[in-house]
């Protein structure tokens, strides 16, 4: 489709891949090359065939038809071992590490033939130093940080001395000080003629970093650019297909205090998990309070310490004044406060389950679904469609399993549940993660329009331009502990890294 | 090639077929195993699946005893089948039929030779409060202190077989018995026995109170709160936690009503077609029972149907025992492959099959 005159000198070029799977084309005909030393950019909403290029590239997919070459030769890796032989190397949105084994131990079993640890440990050393990625060899994962695990992932790539280097989603997980870290890394291995393929919805940093891009749509390239040109809603309608819809409010004045937390603390339930430190927080009528951090700094945690799940160890929480810490989760629904956790498949919703009976798992009480005990089906079912045709859920119908939908379908039909509720304080953990720009722009609309209807909503998510775009107030959780809440005008980038604690001024200038 | 798919949702057709495609499975490996033996595979199969219901000679015989296995079957699987949906784990449901029976029998003893119509009702009491109790101990265990209540039940099964030893030469032995280990006989005891509610058909209350159970579970799972949480909690344990069921309340809930329906099944046992507390009283349906939960889909109403072709192979083995001269053990194999099968069915429900195209194949056998 484009840089034919530029094929002679490109480091890798794809020519018509396509790779179908039953039902659907994830990639059709796909071609571009990747010059040496470039940042390319690969764009796309979810569900427009990234995953499946990038698989196909390391040796995971086999494409059903078309042609990859690698400096000039043909390049087909039957396996990932052979990609990362042939100088392909990929670091992962989801992290494959043992939480129990050391830093070392951990980059030894992703090779193919490790060194002895100690002459391992100090390669890592150098390789750490010489691209500015603190790392101690030494240490136990499961006590690293989100940034700190990705920069294991990246060094064990960096040690097979890739040509291409390709990256999921890399800056999902990190502080806009660890985005800085990472970048001065990418630039210098671009320097030394090292290419790298980088996957993002996060199209500021694609401006700020990429050369090129490539825009995928359904399985095609619809169009390529250089990112530096455009604007950030260009990209994004390039991507869309479609003109965006953004988010709006008229801004009303804050309400009394709806939920308020007072010195909640809480060890976390599960073995990695973060402990709730002296927690303190209020959120008032018709009021967004967005929560910051990098995931697993608690989130899950302060969720269910809210919703329910878990009960705070110290502390209290009070729902319209009354403490209701020792509530259960329906009583909670019961008074008005309704929650959406982050994970979608087997938390907020049962995969297996049908819409229907998904609807019933936290409508029964307010929606009074049960009637002495028993469960009113044909109620239950009016329900789940009210759900999906006020929230537009792509499904053909209620009976569906809730783990048929796509992510972003499911999740609008969460949220819908909530929402639908009337509920006087919704609280929503990573509301649109892994969602589709134009369902997470609906989502937003539907938790400012709840607010200025009068509910007190929290969004905790990772996502800091939703935060800023959606709410009234900000503060960020670090390892457990609740930075004070500040209004979101006029909050930079600076004071919003400091609040989530983000990496230390000594690691950016190393 | 053969190549597994994974099916976007589990296919609710191969879901019911997988049952059947099982039973054809075993009988042809059954088949096979008889023939091996040195039997006609064809006469044995037909010995065992056929004859039982048709024959001439032992049909009438055996029709009625079709009931009375299936009976106990059915009223234990039924309750396993809610612990396990909601994956709780129950394997000890013999020692719970065991202590039904014991503790139900043990009231009615106390009250010979008394006519009372109480009688009758207050064993069926005891026997349903001893299964629960006894089935409350794993419970307990697991709530408080985090045990595995499979290892726990199924341990618990080996005391109560040795406090059926011991009452059966102690406590309940029959005073009038001449030193025989074992309880009087509720034949006997007319207020106490579990007779035929319609002389001839097998039908004792312990079929009745099968078939109740089959209907109440049936309502239970499709039509209450109580049963959505348990299917809730089994398919997605956190979503349970989150839509605010109670795991505590929900384990003692399930392994309670196992364990009663065990006891119920034990003490309607002792008290009918076995008639006495004897050392060896307990003949493996708690265990059976296990099979027919889940060749019965955890469905109640497949739990009804597995439960009767469970009790098909126990009387057809007896009679290929009988006639063919068929070892006992080779029968309880056959249920042991029945479980295989299956277990190894299930897959298609899972997974579609795909014939690799030979371009494709090459590739892979690389």
Redesign the interface.
């Known amino acids: 489709m484009t840089g034919d005159m530029r094929q002679g000198d490109a480091l890798m070029t794809l020519e018509g891949l396509t790779k179908a799977y ?1 039902g659907v084309v994830a990639n059709d005909q796909v071609s571009f090359s990747l010059l040496p030393g470039e940042v390319h950019a690969l764009l796309g909403e979810n569900g427009a065939g990234k995953s499946t290029l990038v698989k196909m590239i390391y040796g995971l997919v ?1 494409p059903d038809a078309g042609q990859m070459t690698l400096n000039g030769t043909d390049f087909t890796p ?1 396996n990932p071992a052979a990609a990362r032989a042939a100088g392909v190397a990929m670091v992962f949105q989801h992290f494959s590490l043992f939480d129990a084994l050391s830093v070392a131990e951990n980059i030894a079993l992703g090779m193919d033939n490790p060194p002895n640890t100690r002459e391992l440990a100090g390669r890592i050393r150098e390789v750490s130093q010489a691209y500015g990625l603190p790392l101690d060899p030494d240490r136990i994962v499961g006590d690293l940080s989100a940034g700190e695990r990705q920069r294991v992932e990246i060094i064990r790539c960096l040690l097979q001395n890739p040509k291409l280097l390709i990256m999921d989603e890399p800056t999902s997980v990190l502080t806009p000080q660890e985005v800085e870290i990472l970048f001065k890394t990418l630039r210098k291995l671009t320097s030394e003629g090292t290419s790298i393929l980088y996957i993002s919805h996060k199209l500021e940093e694609i401006r700020a970093l990429c050369e090129h891009a490539t825009i995928l749509r359904l399985g095609v390239v619809v169009d390529t650019c250089d990112p530096r040109e455009k604007s950030a809603r260009e990209l994004a309608e390039l991507m869309v297909g479609d003109t965006l819809h953004v988010p709006s409010r008229d801004p009303a004045e804050p309400g009394e205090v709806a939920l308020s937390l007072s010195g909640v603390s809480m060890p976390s339930p599960s073995e990695f998990g973060t402990d709730l430190r002296n927690v303190s927080l209020e959120v008032r009528k018709g009021e967004v309070l967005g929560i910051g951090g990098v995931a697993g700094n608690g989130q899950d945690e302060l969720l269910a310490v809210i ?3 878990a009960r705070a160890r110290e502390g209290s929480i009070t729902l319209a004044g009354d403490e209701i810490n020792i509530l ?4 909670r ?1 019961a008074r008005g406060l309704l ?1 959406a ?1 982050e ?1 979608r498949l ?8 049908s819409l229907t ?1 998904n609807a ?3 409508g ?1 009480v307010r929606e009074k679904l ?1 009637d002495r ?3 009113r ?1 044909n109620k239950t079912e009016k329900f789940a469609r009210r759900i999906i045709e006020a929230f537009d859920v792509r499904t053909p119908g209620p009976d569906n ?1 809730a ?2 939908l796509s992510g972003g379908n499911l999740q609008k039909f969460v949220i819908g549940r909530e929402v639908l509720q009337n509920p006087d304080v919704l609280v929503v953990n990573q509301p649109t993660w892994g969602v589709d720009a134009a369902a997470a722009a609906s989502i937003r609309q539907s938790l400012l329009d709840l607010a200025h209807k009068g509910a007190a909503v929290i969004v905790i998510s990772q996502d800091l331009d939703e935060l800023m775009e959606i709410s009234d107030r900000f503060t960020a959780l670090n390892e457990g502990r609740l930075a004070r809440p500040v209004s979101t005008q006029g909050l930079s980038v600076e004071e919003i890294g400091l609040m989530m604690g983000g990496a230390e001024s000594d690691e950016v200038a190393a | 090639m053969i190549r597994l ?1 994974k099916r ?3 296919s609710k057709f191969w879901g019911a077929l997988t049952p059947v495609l099982a039973v054809i499975a075993t009988m042809i490996a059954g088949g096979i195993l008889f023939w091996m033996l040195g039997k006609d595979p064809l006469e044995a199969i037909r010995t065992i699946f056929w004859d039982p219901l048709f024959h001439e000679t032992f049909g009438p015989y055996s029709r009625p005893q079709l009931m009375v296995k299936a009976g106990p079957l059915i009223l234990i699987a039924i309750g396993l089948s809610l612990g396990f949906r909601a994956g709780i784990w129950n394997i000890g449901a013999e020692g719970q039929y065991i202590m039904g029976a014991v503790c139900g029998a043990a009231v009615g003893l106390a009250f010979y030779p008394s006519e009372s119509m109480l009688i009758f009702p207050a064993m069926v009491l005891a026997g349903a409060i001893g299964g629960w109790a006894w089935a409350m101990i794993p419970g307990v265990l697991k709530v408080k202190f985090g045990t595995n209540e499979i290892l726990v039940s199924l341990m618990l099964v080996y005391v109560a077989e040795n406090i059926l030893a011991s009452v059966s030469q102690g406590l309940l032995k029959n005073p009038d018995g001449m030193g025989f280990p074992g309880s009087r006989n509720f034949r006997d005891f007319p207020a106490a026995h579990n007779t035929d509610l319609i002389a001839g058909t097998g039908m004792h209350w312990g079929v009745a109170a099968a078939f109740i159970a089959v209907i109440l579970a049936y309502i239970l799972l499709t ?4 049963g ?1 949480q348990v ?2 909690t089994g ?2 344990p ?7 069921v ?1 795991p505590t309340r929900l384990i003692l809930f399930c392994l309670g009503t196992s364990g009663a329906l065990a006891g119920l099944a034990g003490l309607f046992e002792v008290s009918g077609p076995s008639g006495q507390v004897s050392i060896d009283f307990n003949a493996g349906y708690g265990f059976t029972a296990i099979i027919v939960a889940f060749l019965g889909r955890l469905h109640p109403i497949g739990i009804l149907l597995a439960g009767l072709l469970m009790a098909l192979t126990y009387i057809g083995g007896e009679l290929a025992q009988l006639m063919l001269g068929l070892p006992g053990a080779a029968i309880q194999m056959f249920q042991g492959m029945l479980m295989f099968f299956l277990l190894a069915m299930d897959m298609l429900s899972h997974y579609r099959v795909r014939w690799k195209t030979p371009v494709a194949a090459q ?1 892979g056998a ?1």
């Open positions: 039953p086999k039957v919703s329910g799940e259960s989760p329906s009583a629904r929650t956790p994970e087997g938390h907020s919703a049962a995969p297996e389950m009976e019933l798992l936290t029964s049960v005990g028993f469960l089906w399993a783990g048929s | 798919e976007p949702q589990p039509r209450h709160m109580l959505f299917r809730l398919e997605a956190r979503a349970a936690k989150f839509a605010g109670n590739e690389k």
